[in-house]
């Protein structure tokens, strides 16, 4: 399998497209996507989480797509399944599985040797009473005195992330750290990681925040909310998606909510990039601003015959 990672903005769905083309014959489609992004899980979450279109994905297959209602939680044991499969199956018929996204951990559940405690569901409703009567920041200091690494990388705003910390943390007596074992992959992988300076990636992120809300955002959200978005526990907490919902029930402007989104954004690539550069597998291309999703592909593929010439097998 072969990831593109890295931080929100960076063009990982660009060129793992390209990708994929470029690993074919002439006329041929030689890679297949399979989404490492937790929200692009998600059925009518478009706008907001940068989702390609049809026309954008340019005949590529696409996995793991449009999978969840938005009252359904996301799960990376679950995920860690399905993606495997999803790869499997594209091995099966010839083709290399393209892992795309900048969800670190499913990334990590889909490449890894990566196995989840168990849980407790008593332990698990007293955590999550907690999480409803003091909210999440509260539940985030509280693992940040327990756990300070987990806390760190978690953002406060993220209760079912903090929840699950603190959970591991009481069932096993260890920090939820300890939890992610050293970097094993289960099969022969390569992971690329772009990198774009921080006052571009900025300014990407800050440009695509306005496309999102002239894209028709608020209206993407109203109707999602019509099919249950505030119940669901990880869709409603999606970046863009639960600004809007502050705003239109009344905690905020439309104004201070794209403001909003833009900063915890910012925040969260940073964060991202942060998670990718700790692991030292991962190989890291330049991809500022006019960078060509083509150009940066053909170097995935001599990363890739690379690899393969490395452990004697042919590219």
Not at 224 to 251: F, I, K
Not at 283 to 295: E, M, T, V
Request: glycine share 10%; hydrophobic share 45%; aromatic share 4%.
């Amino acid at each position: 399998m072969v990831a593109i990672v890295g931080p929100t903005a960076s063009g990982k769905s660009d060129v793992g497209v390209a990708l994929a083309q470029q690993l074919g014959g002439v006329g041929e489609v030689g890679g297949e996507v399979v989404n490492a992004d937790a929200m692009q899980l998600y059925r009518g979450m478009d706008v907001g989480t940068a989702k390609l279109t049809p026309a954008e994905q340019g005949g590529v297959p696409h996995h793991l797509l449009d999978v969840l209602d938005v009252t359904e939680a996301a799960d990376v044991a679950g995920y860690q399944q399905q993606a495997r499969e999803s790869a499997a199956a594209v091995v099966a018929r010839g083709r290399t599985p393209l892992l795309v996204g900048g969800s670190g951990l499913y990334v990590r559940a889909a490449l890894d040797d990566l196995r989840f405690p168990g849980t407790d569901p008593a332990v698990r409703a007293r955590l999550e009473a907690e999480l409803a009567e003091r909210g999440a920041p509260a539940m985030h200091a509280l693992l940040a005195r327990r756990d300070p690494e987990a806390a760190a990388r978690i953002l406060p705003s993220n209760g079912r992330r903090t929840v699950r910390a603190l959970e591991v943390g009481e069932l096993t007596g260890q920090p939820f750290a300890a939890s992610l074992p050293a970097e094993r992959y289960v099969a022969p992988a390569l992971q690329v990681g772009l990198a774009v300076p921080r006052e571009q990636l900025t300014a990407r992120i800050d440009a695509r925040v306005r496309r999102m809300w002239d894209a028709g955002l608020v209206e993407e959200v109203q109707g999602l909310a019509a099919r249950g978005l505030r119940a669901g526990r990880t869709a409603s907490r999606a970046l863009g998606y639960a600004q809007v919902l502050d705003a239109l029930d009344g905690r905020c402007t439309l104004a201070e909510a794209a403001e909003a989104t833009a900063r915890l954004t910012r925040r969260f690539a940073r964060k991202q990039e942060s998670w990718f550069r700790r692991d030292p597998r991962v190989h890291w291309l330049d991809a500022p601003d006019g960078s060509d999703p083509q150009a940066l592909a053909a170097a995935v593929v001599e990363l890739i015959g690379t690899q393969a010439r490395a452990v004697g097998s042919p590219a």
